[in-house]
């Protein structure tokens, strides 16, 4: 949200600097109680928000609108139309309509997989859900695999061969790739490149290798724009090879990150924040098993928002305090000289205490000889063998991915490229900016790629195949511990899209095999005994059973590496991938693209993030517009600025400012790849930043729905909570009794099933897989830039972030709000036509077909949790888009309220089969989609009657209470209050 | 005055519209492709509803036989009659034959057959006597006043489980008692009946 007043930063320093006590805020608007914050605060929908700001004038809306005003009115004066009802030709006998059926597959990320259940309705799937059985997702989901099924409905998505722009057939790709590869004989390949990202597909990797076997002088090389070639160089600097390092941070006690976003960006992030999340929890009041973090890093991530001791240091300056830390603890690591001394002595003293059950994580974005440090820090503490083991490294002939991708350019720029196969990937956007691809690729004879979208590098590319999605494809691929997970497609290629396989199955042999015989015949070729089981086992459970790499000694090295040649000068870039749309990848994802992003809530756009600091002695304001100044390139940028980023450090995510993508992200941000050069591919110094004078709207919804500084968040410490249990107050404070309401307090009796919600805010980490699950459940729409600016977004649950304390280095806390479904639900007794009520088991209901639209309801709720659908989101779907929506639910329209119901039409989907069965519903069969997709458990629903069940043990715990309990309101959905675990010694 | 006989007159011209047959199709046969006799069929031949209707008693929805079902028979019976020939040439071009829906409910609401058929809600109970019908019409008006007058007193319809697909059983004298010993057999829970939740969401 730009605002119009420029924030008096000083000022707003110095009164949070002199505040005491738990003062929550969101945003540094509402520090300085700046008109557009209080405009925010006081009106439920913001100015603007009913009436029509866009340049179409009101004269001519009504003139447009005149002819549907008079359609709609006749339209309901209609009767019901009759409708087909076309039945199968030839019935699957394992479908049976109405009834879901789920398939195990999986999903990859810079080519790790994490294993899911894809539920298909009639064919199509619509919904994904973490596989409880594969090591990596363990049930859960991240916000990029919620919305892969969205993608696959993606109208922008490509949808045929292409041969220079003009519509082409595979038939006649493959016999241009036989004769191709027929000259390419002679020379044994010499011409061939196949560039692919980071590969762990068996199958693929095999046929790889077969085409290499054939025609020995081609190369393949792997690019991912988010390379993790320093976790590689690392390993070989301490290991002199390269390994894989894993973190069981189930057992480690003391965690300390170095830049490292180990809970959202990792490839195993899933699976790290389960584990890490098992050993937050506070579940006795003896709490001694609470783990502590510590986090030193650039830009606040979520890994530092769940942080007990944070520490903003620029990027280069990590190195520093990791050799200091290291001389700490006994290893002669050359000169560490840091100003954080009275910060990392406690911090080494606490993992030296916890020798064996501590981590020391370095992240991807640092160099080499940090992780190489961290390496050789983890082994002097003893934690090798206990929280931390290696295997092998899971990716396939593990190269430097920017060596290879320079070599490639040389290659093509000598004119030695002949054919050139990409296989997805977009380098002529995302590979380093000095090294020219898009004029290196314009070289190359014949280039061809298998893509989803038709994006950048396909504008240079002979051939354009359209590229199956993974939910329509035969493949498989290894998670990050190596677990083996064959993917298989729930519908076949809605645009005959073809699959990796396949396109390289063309350049071996002719006829190319269809993808599943691929993918069938690679691992029959394994030799495992008993192959139809097998392979029936391995599509069931969705993982290979023992598949993963084994545990493996290493060697550590001797010595400290080199420390970095000192940075040019203090103020620095970070490149960084963006929490909602990755590397670029996800830019025409529309779920993806209106979600706020975790720490600094903006949508639909990314911003050159700064300090407070940074901004006031530059003299900047939300939304000025900047030149970024960087190594002899120059890019346009608004600004944001964020509280606890490190002083020096200007964050730019990556990604978006795309040339050529779909409607959704066309205009979507700036591209922060036209600065990345290879000497600087995570971050860099010498930044210079002008001023412009110009502005650019941002919209942020971290001003939506305040609750107006009431008690919201509730947070403690450890030691506190080991004192007084009791301490979040729900023992001493005069609660409003039952009776004392103006309902009638017995109306109801709740001695069926009596549904409750409990979110732990201990272990929520931010990361909005919630909010994208609900998105994908509940066939919730999408709005758009604009409309979020009018605070009309529609997500039913959001994650609140607040900080906690000084402007330069805040607590972040994360709180998801979900309708509270109030016993005493003020928005029932408001709705003039009983569209709102209640039901017997607690549920707060909507009833969609009642609501005439006066809002009154979303006036009275206090939680700002009810969203009103303002104009027509659903108008114009087309057939593919509209398979995406859930059945069960309605599809809401113009002039409808709507707010999170519980899903229940999972809870009718599990008492259905109940009741037929004649039993109770059980815990743990209604699952609703928030808790499902959450990755550290922090929701869970269930019946409160039931005394054996989760949820109700989780609401006797003293951490439980009520949002804004004194209201009366007696909700359903309670929360445990954050409990964070400080080092005595350390004040920061 | 006029005035008011205007509204009353109007009100009672929109009330007769929205209740006759044309708004709520009760009692009028729909077009088909092919004009299928359920009286033949279920009386006649005695096949039972779910021969065809498959899924009644797991699903959602009921389900309405696929082309393959109507070809158990007619492959081998009146395999040259022009009547069938839709069906014929569904089965050979694999297109799916597009049936007239008779019993729709708007999209709002969320019906399940399997709770119903479960609970000893007969076929016949919704669909009225469809074994008497040569071609297939709606019964009831399926309108929401409708539904809540059973779920607000479902003793008054519900029947014995093994009778739900006898469309000859009828009603006996002592409903009222049998109604309410089934209730409670088959644990109906009244009061919940009427939740929103349960039909909409």
């Given amino acids: ?988 | 005055m006029a005035f008011v006989v205007a509204i009353v007159g109007a009100g009672w011209v929109t009330d007769a519209v929205f209740w006759s047959p044309y708004t709520t199709y009760v009692h009028v046969p729909q077009a088909q492709p092919v004009p299928f006799s359920h009286q033949h069929h279920v009386d006649g031949l005695g096949i039972d509803c779910r021969y065809c209707h498959t899924s009644v008693e797991s699903s959602p929805y009921a389900g309405l036989p696929p082309t393959e079902t109507c070809m158990t028979c007619h492959s081998q019976l009146w395999t040259q009659a022009p009547l069938l020939e839709p069906i014929h040439r569904s089965l050979a071009t694999n297109t799916p034959v597009k049936w007239t829906r008779v019993n729709d409910l708007p999209d709002f609401v969320y019906f399940d057959h399997s709770i119903h058929v479960n609970k000893g809600i007969g076929c016949a109970t919704c669909h009225g006597p469809v074994d008497q019908m040569p071609l297939t019409w709606r019964a009831n008006t399926l309108y929401m006043k409708w539904c809540l007058d059973c779920h607000r007193a479902p003793e008054n319809q519900i029947r014995p489980r093994e009778e739900v697909f006898n469309m000859k059983w009828s009603q006996p004298a002592g409903q009222a008692a049998l109604g309410r010993q089934l209730v409670a057999k088959y644990h109906v829970e009244t009061d919940r009946l009427t939740n929103c939740s349960v039909c909409h969401h």
């Fill in chain 1, 1 to 988: 949200m730009n605002t119009d007043a420029s924030l008096p930063l000083e000022e707003i320093r110095a009164r949070l600097a002199g505040a005491r006590g738990r003062e929550y805020w969101r945003c540094l608007d509402e520090i300085a109680a700046t008109p557009a914050f209080e405009e925010f605060l006081h009106r439920e929908y913001p100015a603007g928000a009913s009436e029509w700001r866009d340049e179409l004038s009101r004269r001519h809306f009504f003139q447009i609108m005149a002819a549907s005003f008079a359609l709609a009115g006749l339209g309901a004066c209609t009767k019901q139309p009759l409708e087909n009802i076309v039945p199968y030709v030839k019935q699957p006998p394992e479908l049976t309509p109405g009834k879901p059926l789920y398939y195990a597959t999986a999903l990859t990320l810079g080519g790790f997989a994490n294993g899911v259940i894809a539920t298909s309705r009639e064919g199509r799937p619509i919904k994904i859900e973490g596989n409880p059985d594969h090591p990596s997702s363990l049930g859960a989901t991240s916000v990029f695999m919620q919305a892969a099924v969205l993608d696959l409905y993606d109208p922008d998505r490509a949808q045929s061969v292409l041969r220079a722009g003009q519509p082409s057939d595979w038939t006649t790709f493959v016999s241009a790739m036989n004769a191709a590869m027929q000259d390419q004989q002679t020379r044994r390949g010499a011409g061939v490149r196949i560039l692919t990202g980071s590969v762990t597909s068996p199958t693929l990797r095999a046929q790889l290798a077969e085409l290499l076997g054939k025609y020995p002088a081609a190369k393949w090389l792997q690019w991912e724009p988010l390379t993790r070639d320093n976790v590689r160089e690392g390993a070989r600097l301490a290991f002199g090879e390269v390994v894989e390092t894993h973190y069981a941070f189930e057992d480690a006690a003391v965690v300390l990150a170095l830049d490292s976003d180990f809970l959202s960006t990792h490839p195993a992030a899933l699976r790290y924040a389960r584990k890490f999340a098992d050993r937050r929890r506070v579940k006795q009041p003896d709490g001694a098993s609470m783990n502590r973090l510590y986090a030193i890093e650039p830009t606040p991530t979520l890994t530092g928002a769940m942080a007990d001791h944070r520490l903003p240091v620029s990027s280069m300056e990590v190195e520093n305090i990791t050799r200091a830390l290291a001389q700490r603890l006994g290893i002669p690591a050359g000169v560490g000289v840091t100003s954080h001394d009275d910060w990392l002595s406690p911090v080494a003293r606490d993992l030296e205490a916890h020798a064996g059950a501590g981590v020391v994580i370095p992240g991807e974005s640092q160099p080499p000889a940090v992780h190489a440090l961290a390496h050789l820090i983890n082994g002097k503490l003893g934690n090798f063998g206990r929280t931390i083991t290696f295997t092998d490294s899971i990716e396939p002939a593990p190269a430097n991915q920017l060596a290879s991708l320079r070599e490639l350019v040389a290659d093509m720029q000598s004119g030695a490229v002949d054919l050139l196969i990409m296989l997805e990937g977009n380098p002529v956007f995302d590979a380093p900016a000095d090294l020219n691809f898009a004029d290196a690729l314009a070289k190359v004879k014949t280039c061809v790629r298998l893509g989803f979208d038709d994006n950048e590098t396909s504008r240079f590319c002979h051939w354009h195949i359209a590229a199956a999605h993974a939910l329509e494809s035969w493949s498989d691929a290894r998670a990050f511990d190596g677990t083996v997970s064959l993917i298989q497609p729930l519908i076949e290629p809605l645009f005959d899209g073809k699959t990796t396989h396949e396109v390289i199955d063309a350049l071996i042999r002719q006829p190319g095999r269809a993808s599943y015989d691929i993918v069938r015949e690679y691992w029959w070729g394994q030799g495992w005994p008993g192959f139809e089981k097998w392979w029936r086992a391995a599509l069931d459970r969705g993982v290979v059973a023992n598949s993963a790499a084994p545990p493996r000694a290493v060697t550590l090295a001797a010595s400290a590496p080199p420390a970095s040649p000192p940075p040019p000068s203090k103020t620095e870039i970070i490149f960084r991938a963006d929490p909602t749309i990755w590397d670029g990848r996800f830019v025409n994802n529309a779920w993806l693209q209106e979600l706020a992003k975790p720490i600094t809530k903006l949508t639909w756009d990314n911003a050159a993030l700064i300090s407070p600091a940074l901004a006031q002695r530059e003299k900047l304001q939300n939304g000025d517009v900047v030149e970024l100044k960087f190594r002899g390139r120059s890019l346009r940028a608004p600004v944001w600025i964020v509280p606890g980023q490190a002083e020096r450090s200007v964050t730019l995510h990556v990604g978006y400012g795309r040339a050529r993508t779909g409607r959704v992200g066309a205009g979507a941000g700036v591209n922060a790849f036209s600065l990345r050069t290879s000497d600087a591919l995570c971050s860099g110094g010498g930044l210079e930043i002008v001023r412009t004078g110009e502005t650019r709207e941002l919209v942020s919804t971290q001003m939506h729905h305040s609750m107006e500084g009431r008690d919201i968040i509730r947070s403690g410490t450890l030691p506190a909570f080991m004192r007084d249990p009791n301490f979040t107050g729900k023992e001493k404070e005069p609660r409003p009794s039952r009776e004392d309401t103006l309902y009638h307090p017995d109306e109801f009796k709740y001695d069926g099933y009596k549904w409750g919600l409990s979110i732990d805010l201990n272990v929520c980490i931010g990361c909005n897989a919630c909010t994208i699950a609900c998105q994908a459940e509940n066939n919730i729409p999408v709005v758009g830039k604009h409309q979020v600016s009018a605070g009309r977004d529609m997500q039913w649950i959001r994650v609140d972030r607040y900080f906690r304390g000084g402007l330069d280095n805040p607590e972040m806390n994360h709180q998801p709000v979900p309708c509270m479904h109030c016993e005493n639900a003020p928005c029932e007794l408001v709705c003039p036509v009983g569209a709102t009520v209640h039901d017997h088991e607690g549920l707060n209901v909507q009833v969609y077909n009642r609501c005439i639209g006066t809002r009154y309801c979303s006036n009275n709720c206090p939680y700002k949790v009810r969203r009103f659908n303002f104009l027509e989101f659903n108008a114009g779907l087309t057939a593919v888009q509209k398979m995406a929506k859930n059945p069960d639910v309605t599809v809401r329209s113009r002039g409808v309220m709507e707010k999170c119901t519980y899903c229940t039409q999972r809870i009718n989907a599990a008492r259905i089969p109940a009741e037929i069965a004649g039993r109770k519903i059980r815990d743990g069969e209604i699952v609703t989609a928030c808790q499902a997709a959450c990755p550290v458990e922090a929701i869970v629903f269930g019946d409160l009657n039931d005394p054996a069940s989760r949820v109700a043990k989780l609401k006797e715990q003293p951490l439980d209470y009520w949002m804004l309990g004194e209201l009366n309101t007696r909700p359903r959905t309670s929360y445990l209050a954050k409990l964070r675990n400080p080092n005595p010694e350390l004040t920061v």
